[in-house]
């Protein structure tokens, strides 16, 4: 096949890449998007991107990048002026903010706080930041405001 012919030749295959710098919404984000005709064409050339974007000082530079807009750009309120990210589980808001794990928590991986109100009313927890399948128990807020 000519390079002319697979510059228009559309690749089945396509995947999208997010490498974030955290676990957190606020992290830095780079989501590349990688095609190929064959899955296994496809993989190679996402291991070739991100070694790519790391020997070119791409990951480097975009984090620099985020760092100098958070030191002096202040963000706009969004309604209500709470300018925390929101997810939405159940038809409920819960908040979402990087959180120190509670003390003689054995979880390595970081937590995130989480709040909503439910049927029963308001609850909060600290859930690990792994990756799904791999995830340490959910730290729920007690009464005296401490996490379990």
């Not at 109100?117 to 990756?131: H, I, L």
Request: hydrophobic residues 35%; contains cysteine.
């Amino acid at each position: 096949m000519t390079d002319a012919v697979a510059a228009v030749t559309p690749n089945p295959f396509k995947v999208g890449v997010t490498l974030k710098a955290a676990a957190s919404f606020e992290a830095e984000w780079l989501t590349p998007t990688v095609y190929g005709a064959t899955g296994d064409e496809t993989a190679k050339r996402v291991v070739e991107l991100v070694k790519a974007l790391a020997d070119n000082g791409v990951i480097d530079i975009v984090s620099l990048a985020a760092v100098k807009m958070r030191e002096t750009h202040q963000p706009t309120a969004g309604k209500g002026g709470n300018n925390q990210p929101k997810t939405f589980s159940g038809g409920k808001v819960q908040t979402q903010q990087s959180s120190p794990a509670a003390d003689g928590d054995s979880c390595q991986h970081g937590r995130t706080l989480r709040e909503g109100n439910g049927k029963n009313g308001p609850w909060a927890a600290m859930f690990c930041s792994a990756p799904k399948g791999s995830q340490c128990d959910p730290l729920w807020r007690q009464k005296d405001g401490s996490f379990l």
